[in-house]
């Protein structure tokens, strides 16, 4: 799993919940026809007209208010996931359960409990992935500028520390909520930029209308075959609980388990200016100044 898609699964992760969990909330939505390569909108794909845009302003900077006062979650997630192609359109191809623990700015961990699931954490200098199919932990250690914001400034912003500017930058948004769905906000967002197209054609998320609180999100693949619903229970923020050695424990950098290859993805070297500190050599090869040092192993 590459770094950029470690961002999007711990964007999607905090989400106030007590949701029934025999079925998604989001039901399957037409899918428009892409291209072969995942390429994000030049052009909105709907419009809105000016109140509708003053309306989103406004609810986007109280969403923001919202966010900035999380400093510690944690909760269970139920994971549905349906494939258009290899299944039906509203039957979940796999059910999954997780848990998610956060602490403001940087520090999380997801974990899908099934044996082989998804685990990784970030301890705001690396990212540890557990990659239970090829034996390895594979460690992505962060460059210093994204020290302290790597999960605010990933691909799926849509809930660790939310800014109102970055949003309305990177995605094409709108207010999408039916008449039926009381004490909810819904908003959809498609990606303006090559990167979060990559990760997302679309995605839809609802906030509850007293608190604005994340209620449920689901995210389409790129190519709009496969979707995502992410249903969340137990939550908890902000809780003094958090403070104990287990929870804050999880932020550890892990053991490398029996058996197992440790790999080190070091962060891309920062190429300095001429001149800028003649005590410091510049590296020879230009690639390694580019993308970083090859991977280590353990």
């Not at 969403?63 to 006062?69: A, F, G, L």
């Not at 999100?217 to 619903?229: F, N």
Request: hydrophobic letters at 35%; charged letters at 20%; one cysteine or more.
């Amino acid at each position: 799993m590459s770094l950029t898609r470690l961002f999007a699964a711990l964007g999607l992760s905090l989400a106030l919940a007590n949701l029934a969990m025999a079925q998604p909330l989001l039901p399957p939505r037409e899918a428009v026809p892409e291209p072969q390569q995942p390429q994000p909108l030049a052009q909105p794909p709907f419009q809105i007209d000016r109140q509708q845009e003053a309306n989103l302003d406004l609810l986007l900077h109280n969403w923001q208010q919202t966010s900035s006062r999380v400093n510690t979650f944690s909760c269970t997630f139920t994971l549905f996931e349906y494939n258009a192609v290899f299944g039906a359109a509203d039957k979940p191809m796999r059910v999954e359960q997780g848990e998610i623990r956060y602490v403001r700015p940087d520090k999380g961990l997801y974990r899908v409990k099934s044996k082989g699931g998804e685990h990784w954490m970030c301890d705001g200098r690396a990212i540890y992935e557990f990659s239970s199919a090829k034996s390895q932990l594979i460690e992505s250690r962060l460059p210093p500028e994204l020290w302290g914001k790597a999960i605010a400034d990933g691909p799926l912003p849509f809930v660790f520390g939310v800014d109102a500017g970055k949003l309305k930058q990177r995605y094409w948004m709108r207010i999408t909520t039916p008449q039926q769905a009381k004490g909810q906000v819904w908003l959809e967002a498609y990606p303006r930029t090559r990167q979060d197209a990559a990760n997302f054609k679309r995605v839809d998320i609802i906030l509850t209308e007293a608190g604005l609180e994340p209620y449920a999100l689901q995210m389409y693949e790129p190519q709009g075959k496969v979707r995502k619903v992410y249903q969340f229970a137990d939550l908890s923020i902000n809780s003094s609980l958090h403070k104990v050695q287990e929870f804050m424990g999880g932020f550890v950098s892990p053991q490398t388990p029996l058996g197992w290859r440790h790999i080190i993805q070091d962060a891309p070297v920062t190429p300095q200016p001429p001149n800028a500190n003649p005590t410091v050599s510049t590296p020879q090869n230009p690639a390694q100044t580019q993308a970083g040092r090859q991977p280590q192993t353990r």
